[in-house]
């Protein structure tokens, strides 16, 4: 390995462990014993109401069940909905304030006209599980992705009363799901790098080049920009996570590598305006983009897995599906820290202070564009030093390891070796 690609696997250590300090984003209870939240959705300009689905414990017979909460105050409250079913349910959305779906395990989809007082549970196809719906116009016309041995995707032209499959690829391709742009445009994608493009609904499309041989677990196109689009996912082969853009994401032949953190799966994005998306994975990771190509992660505070993530008002207030509980945040998950990529260690600016080379030998050489009072933390988020740094360059004598330095409330990272 590299020596940049073991600096950014003890940075990344050192964000996630330092997070319960520094952390953007809360803890949530729904209250819920034994629940496992898998899927998490607001109604598009409401950061008030909203609801979360996974897995429950039936308390009869022990044995586990759909579940299904629902929220009216940002997620201080939660109160329990009956979904009518025994499946795990992995996702959920409301195409209006009463019409809501959530799908899940043995191809199970349970749906509500009266806001989830009463859920209706049916059945599609093949019993594949269903990790994602949407209707992406909020009208008749919704989509299932599929996680299937055969690649597919399942399409309604009305409303969910019926669903007809479509089959795509080859039968070599695996699908594990989709993610729509509009009522027409979208990608399916699965095992091995498998990416198939469409722009009307799955009736045609074409292979697009994924640009990895990674399993690609989910999607997203730009709420501001429906060409504009985030696959992600994990390469098992060498066990880290791959991040994918696409400017034209229906139709772009060959899709971009965005060199993310190294964790070691990606299984989540919200696309919430041009510049920013947020990524979601293993070990409580939740990255934020402030270019196409430029990850930053937030501090989440956890190292639950992160299953979904929704913003549904702008990049501010959003919540996260992780596991036993909810996160939330209503400062975009601040403070943003630079995720150093695999083989790359840039030098970092925040607040005006700039560390001159990550790493650096026998301390942290800081160069300032103001007189400021720095505090450097360890990895355990002990505070070990706090001085003046002078405008100009100051020089910082630590030991070996990674560290942050704070100037107010914004923050560097920084490798030292011996």
């Known amino acids: ?32 014993i034994g629940g496992v939240y898998t899927g998490v959705y607001f109604l598009p300009g409401n950061t008030r109401v909203g609801y979360a ?8 017979s022990h044995m586990p069940t759909g579940l299904i909460v629902r929220t009216t105050d940002g997620g201080s409250t939660w109160t329990q909905q009956n979904p009518n079913t025994t499946s795990i349910l992995r996702a959920i959305y409301f195409s209006d304030a009463n019409t809501g779906y959530a799908c899940g395990t043995s191809g199970t989809i349970v749906t509500t006209t009266d806001g989830g007082i009463t859920w209706t549970p049916s059945y599609v196809g093949y019993g594949d599980q269903l990790p994602y719906v949407s209707f992406p116009s909020n009208g008749s016309t919704g989509y299932l992705g599929a996680t ?57 499309g074409k292979r697009l080049d ?3 041989s990674a399993n690609i677990l989910a999607g997203a196109f730009s709420k501001a920009d429906p060409n504009r689009a985030y696959i992600v996912g994990t390469d098992t082969t060498v ?31 919200d696309y919430v305006t041009p510049e920013t998306a ?32 929704c913003f549904p008002n702008g990049p501010d207030t959003g919540y996260a599906a992780a596991g036993p509980m909810i996160l939330k945040t ?44 720095v505090t450097v933390f360890d990895a355990a988020g002990r505070a070990l030093l706090r001085q003046t740094a002078s405008k100009g360059l100051t020089f910082l004598p630590l030991r070996g390891g990674a560290y942050f330095v704070r100037a107010g409330t914004q923050m560097a990272i920084a490798v030292v070796t011996d």
């Open 1 to 32: 390995m590299k020596a940049g690609s073991r600096n950014a696997t003890i940075v990344t250590g050192l964000l996630l462990s330092c997070s319960v300090m520094l952390g953007g984003w809360s803890q949530l209870n729904p209250g819920i």
């Open 53 to 60: 689905c996974g897995t429950g414990l039936d308390t009869a």
């Open 148 to 204: 299937a041995d055969t690649a597919r995707v399942y399409v309604t032209p009305s409303g969910g009363s019926f669903w007809y499959v479509y089959f795509i690829g080859t039968n070599q391709d695996r699908s594990t799901s989709c993610a729509m742009a509009d009522v027409s445009s979208g990608v399916a994608f699965g095992v091995a790098g498998f990416l198939w493009g469409t722009t009307d609904g799955f009736s045609t």
């Open 210 to 212: 994924a640009n990895t």
């Open 239 to 269: 066990n880290i996570g791959v991040i994918r853009y696409a400017s034209n994401g229906s139709q772009q032949d060959t899709w971009e590598v965005v060199r993310g953190p190294m964790i070691t799966s990606f299984s989540c994005v």
């Open 278 to 309: 947020y990524i979601g994975g293993a070990g409580g990771f939740i990255g934020a983009t402030k270019t196409a190509r430029e990850i930053w992660t937030t501090n989440t505070g956890v190292s639950n897995h992160i299953n979904r993530i």
């Open 330 to 373: 209503t400062d975009a998950g601040a403070p943003w820290v630079p995720a150093v990529a695999e083989e790359k260690s840039p030098a970092v600016v925040r607040a005006g202070i700039r560390v001159m080379s990550n790493p650096c030998r026998g301390g942290i050489p800081l160069r300032s564009d103001e007189n400021v009072t």
